[in-house]
Nanobody
Framework: QIRLVESGGDLVQPGGSLTLSCAASGFTSEGYAIAWFRQVPGQEREAVSCITGATHDTWYQDSVKGRFTISRDRAKNMVFLQMDSLQPEDSAVYHC????????????????WGRGTLVTVSS
């Protein structure tokens, strides 16, 4: 079965760093776009970053540009989100998701979601 599982969320201080992992199973994720979303309860879900299939082009929301980096490990069938210079407004549940297409279409509905990992940025 197709599955995405996030890990790596933690409590960090402002200015700190975390690396989130998205482990894919049931399919070869390298051929498809994987996106990271975040959501705070009561607020709108926001697309944060995306990496395309095959060519591995990347996209970032303006609010995280220059601070976050998305990448893949083909052998491990995983996608990562390196988060630096974290700020309190980055606190959210972070989900990885895919709709099994090559291009990053973050405004479209995703077919497969992980259950999320919690990131809390606080002093």
């Amino acid at each position: 079965q197709i599955r995405l599982v996030e890990s790596g969320g933690d409590l960090v201080q402002p200015g700190g760093s975390l690396t989130l992992s998205c482990a894919a199973s049931g399919f070869t994720s390298e051929g498809y776009a994987i996106a990271w979303f975040r959501q705070v309860p009561g607020q709108e879900r926001e697309a944060v970053s995306c990496i395309t299939g095959a060519t591995h082009d990347t996209w970032y929301q303006d609010s995280v540009k220059g601070r976050f980096t998305i990448s893949r490990d083909r052998a491990k069938n995983m996608v990562f989100l390196q988060m630096d210079s974290l700020q309190p407004e980055d606190s959210a549940v972070y989900h990885c998701a895919t709709n099994l297409v090559r291009r990053c279409l973050v405004r479209e509905a995703m077919d497969y979601w992980g259950r999320g990992t919690l990131v809390t940025v606080s002093s």
